[in-house]
């Protein structure tokens, strides 16, 4: 088990620029959660899948971001026409959904700045 | 909607001296509720959860939480801080145990004198 891992650490990009982040989930976890979060405050939930589906998307999640988990495995999170506000650490979390319990477990995230 | 309130930004702490962090909840049901802690620029370490059962928690690196249904609250404990729990501490509730967003508090970040 090396846990959920995320890259890249870190991007810098210009305003308007797209960008993609890609999470490895922890191996046969079948749910995938990304987060978003901003400086001096908790994450907030974007969306998460279970296996392939999307099944819920926060209002946060603008038309500019779109998510994708084609075979249940890795996910990707793009953004199109990067603004100032999208500088954030986002985050992806995994977890294997059980009977009783579901404890998702956090990469090191994806620092993005824009300029 | 569920929410979850962590009342103090900042915490300073001696090396030695116990610990406690204040966490209220808002969730109609019953609350799935977490500690996770973040180190500077990392990503979020699970220190324990409360799904049911016994209301006192244990976790990892000495840690306990107890839930206080009455209080809405899920306090963070720890008897003796050590300079490594030096960190930023996030509550966090989920809507259910079988899975689903996870709400975070803002956090309390944890200063620890030698």
């Known amino acids: 088990d090396t846990g959920v891992s995320q890259d890249p650490r870190h991007k810098i990009t210009k305003r308007g620029q797209n960008v993609t982040f890609r999470c490895d989930p922890i191996s046969e976890h079948n749910r995938l959660y990304w987060y978003r979060q901003t400086l001096g405050q908790g994450p907030e939930f974007l969306t998460y899948?279970?296996?392939?589906?999307?099944?819920?998307k926060s209002r946060l999640l603008s038309d500019r971001f779109s998510a994708e988990r084609p075979k249940g495995s890795f996910s990707t999170l793009e953004i199109q026409r990067t603004e100032q506000g999208d500088s954030a650490m986002y985050l992806c979390a995994s977890s294997q959904r059980e009977a009783s319990t579901d404890t998702q477990y956090f990469g090191p995230g994806t620092r993005l700045t824009v300029l | 909607a569920q929410s979850v309130t962590q009342p103090d930004i900042h915490i300073t702490v001696s090396e030695g001296a116990s610990l406690e962090l204040r966490c209220n909840y808002s969730y109609g049901a019953t609350p799935y509720l977490f500690w996770y802690v973040q180190s500077p620029g990392q990503g979020l370490q699970l220190l324990l959860k409360?799904?049911?059962?016994?209301?006192l928690v244990q976790g990892i690196k000495g840690f306990e939480a107890e839930f206080k249904r009455s209080q809405s609250s899920f306090n963070l404990r720890k008897p003796s801080v050590h300079w490594s729990d030096a960190a930023e501490y996030f509550c966090a509730v989920g809507a259910s145990a079988a899975g689903n967003k996870l709400t975070f508090g803002g956090g309390t970040r944890v200063l620890v004198k030698p």
């Open positions: 409360y799904f049911s059962g016994d209301t």
């Open positions: 899948f279970q296996n392939e589906a999307q099944l819920e």
